[in-house]
């Protein structure tokens, strides 16, 4: 039986996510689709054989819809998403979950109101290889422990419209979910660092940003974003242990010797870079539900990277270093433990 | 729709490839299975959800099955793709399409009177992104003319019952076709040598060996097979042109720095190396099935790909430089050229 | 005619130095050798064919000397490169120039009073080939300004009787000397981080630390010092500016495959790692002496070396962002502009 | 007291070994140069403050002069060095040791008949760390019996007046020397294949070349020669053994990461990528001369390797695989045992 799902935003993302259901996950299908641009949005309805509806609202409390994919503005994922859980209906949100972390605060209350874990958010490379090689070498133990992160994430010029803020609430989260993930415990402390900004960011924009983070037992990461560097989409992550370091490859392609050198592509984009990670997280999304047991990052992953994220933002204003006060757990989310979820 | 598909064999690789048909690829499901060992397909039907039948014959008939994938013994190969193009069902056969030149001959002598493109052939590295990315580099023009191609082969340790004439029929034919497609060309002729023998093989195998074909324009390819290279699955391919060179690159794993070296993981089985070529090959038979156009390597390419591996055999036998006599194409085929199919 | 060579101080390094000297160096040979441990020197005084001296200051103005070699206890290099000043002879100083600024001010004023530039420093790492050409490439502009330098120095264990304040003194300050000239400004704030320590150290040792570095021009620079990391000896640096980045490459070891890893090998000691570069330094030095005009690193680069060390010491015991107060540069020491000197 | 050299052979070669033996080898110096160009040797001796002899013969009987080298034109090298056997004086000859193997057997009777060691062939990459690193792993036997070995040989463009034998005879002989060094053994047959040749050559060069070589034991070598492969000077070298793989780094270069490529330079040329092997290669012969006991390449060496070329060269004018008939070692040359020499 084919998981019925509505996506809700068919912007580029959403749209690469409806190709995807459609195309390249098994047992799945798109029968409803939503969006603020009307036009767009039924054309693709038509295109990928569903079904178009006027509100987000329509699409969740469709009977033809088994799970939702919220993919619209960062600002509305709050509103759906709760919306998802009246419906009592699996949701995957891509990040962030909610634009404030009171907003993400009110999510896991109503889940766990609700009694059942319905929120999946859209981090997905904990579905990259090469993150969960990382992950599998630190806790094999052959490093070491973990002592220091080293983290690269560069775009080769930013999206429309990018502010400084940005930098960190829509691109180093990733890097604030990932390395909790690797490492298994929380954050307790932010600084940012604002080296001279490259002259080819559009005026204003603070331009390469360094977000140095603390975690609670004392491992120190440094994050490097970069989001003007010009010469394509990496993203570098080096783990440093008491006996060893293991760090993410660049993507395989083919070496070329040519013209007095020997090279190999970089990805322009993150589509390109993430491509298999974004497969693999709706392929075991799909699975999960169907299994009523989701184990992909959870509503209060989203909430733990929005309450760092504004931690860093306002290290950056304030120039100091800023401690983070994390909230407890409730005992619902303790299968967040390492190991117990992906 | 979901495409209802019939295995004939169950062994490993058929049992792979159920996995595959109904967790990976979209709009698909096995339908139907059969095996000489009945015991094992049972078993497999029952976890997969699929019919058992007693033989290849019935699934390949039966009014449930669309398409049918062949994993059996090679020598079955032939009749079961015979009894398909009976059936007028689309097939996918995994290498070699037969064990004999004269069984390939006859099976594109159906095909045509059938009038229909029915059969794929199991070639799954034309599906590899490394190779794909070779074959545009090559068809970009930036490296020039290729003048040579060198490639490696080797295997951790070689399945059980190997054999000289193994290692090129069944192992080496994959360069032997990934090569001709890479280059748009067929070989005039073939050589191979023999290297003084690993200790390490079952007495009485000829391993390393070095087979050398020549193309009829003159391009030159060295292929090293050694199927007890002991350290793991490891394919290499370097084209060098008439301005450049561009190679395959190594799967991506994480590099380690520990205990004295800076390392990465080459991964023990082709299994693993090839997991993704797989995954596409059955994504796209199965969506080119839907809209009736195949486009993968044809029976024309099994066929070719049989004539040269006797004739490397008999290079082998008689250690000397045989000339392949390479049928003449039939019009059915034609849209074999470069860039036409895959 | 041979640069007739005096050395002070034949522990490791000073040996180290005299064999060079003496086998691979061109156009010099070592006449005197002087140590506090005298049975140590006798014996490589007639290994190679030099005098004994009793004390250090003999050396330095025997009539058979032409120019000094300092590789004493450090305490020691400030007051024998004074008197190297008064007798008017050619000094080669390991690093540090001393082991106080107020030392290092007083050895430029004696050289300024001199008249004539008689001293370099150790600082080899600018005569390293990857150092050089990432000069290079910053000074074609292909990179656009640099903007961050990120970068590691690791040791497999520390010598003996290591303690955290020298992990910056004499090891960092190697990073503190190299980048300078790379990018040819001063700095102007020290912050240092600390980590989780590694339980391989020996108790009450900070290992690791992270040193950021502020240059006048807004410039930001991380360096990882790691003593402790157990796999090897392990310097990286890479230069990330406004349009690309460039950084060392690792030593070229022979590449292996082997079971089940493709590897190669990290040197176990920087003397392994940076012995070419102290071949040049040696080679360069001789051949300068010899044409009466240094371009290696000089006492003005010492002072400002030993300067931001310590003002990297105070953020470390502070906790702080710690203003590094740079002397202003007297005119004498004017050719320190970028591309005059080394 | 430095060993006093006379060059004969002014050209681009002659000339950098007088730089190398002037600047860079300590404990020796260049009193006298000849050169059938008689203008460029007098301004070579006037730069280097040698002296300017008419012949040859003068070079090698002055009596100013210890030792000789030799980097005069091929042809005149067997006469040179006889002489230098006559003079009883220890000669360096540039590879080739002579253009016959007539005439390197006459050499080797010449210096058996004289009863010393005196002559030293310049196969330089003997001296190159990443062969000595290769040979160390082959005699380690970590990755057990060496059964291949796959070199590339590639040139950006050939010397002007390069012909079709001379990519064998001045060009793989490298290869030749060096892989009988690394195996401790020789050859017994070889072939040459001529794939389709570069539109980029000049007419008639065959361009490129495989030369296909067997040693006695049977392990078999495979040796790619393109002199106008565009890109750049390439030499690679795998050795492929019974448990794993060894080969050439390439060298060290710095990375970069710019306009979408992860890329490094590859040298233009020769001069570059061997120039640390050239200047080990003269620092251990004037050591080993001032010692009066030879151990780099020696006449045998020369005569083998002229005896090898010359049964490539046969084998590729008839097609064919030609066995090499190698000549008895005289107990003379038995120290050339794997081990004893270098």
Known sequence: MELRIGVIGTGAIG???????????????????????????????????????????QVIHSKEVDAVVIASWDPTHAHFVLECIKASKYVLCEKPLATSAEDCKKITEAEIACG??????????????????IKSVIESGKIGEPLMLHCIHRNRIPGPKHTTVMSIKNSVIH????????????????????????????????????????????????????????????????????????????????????KGVNSYEIYPDWSDRFIEAYDIEFMQWVNSVKQETLFGPSAWDGYVACVTADACTRAREEGSIVPIMMPKRPAFYDNEERGKRL
């Open 15 to 57: 749209e690469d996510h409806i190709r995807r259901i459609t195309n390249v996950v098994a047992g799945a299908k798109v029968v409803a689709v939503s969006d603020i641009n009307v036009e767009n949005a039924k054309r693709i309805a038509e295109e990928y054989n569903s079904v178009f509806y006027e509100t987000g609202e």
């Open 175 to 258: 890097e604030i979910d990932v390395i909790r993930w690797l490492l298994g415990e929380d954050y307790k402390s932010a600084q940012v660092i604002i080296p001279k900004s490259t002259r080819l960011a559009e005026e204003g924009l603070k331009d390469p940003q360094i977000i140095l983070l603390e975690t609670q037992s004392g491992v120190r990461i440094d994050v490097e974003s970069f989001v003007n560097c010009q010469y394509g989409y990496d993203v570098q992550c080096e783990v440093v242990g008491e006996k060893g370091t293991v760090r993410l490859p660049d993507p395989a392609n083919v070496r070329m010797r040519l």
């Open 116 to 133: 059942k874990h319905l929120i999946q958010v859209g981090f997905m490379r904990r579905f990259d290889k090469g993150y969960k090689q």
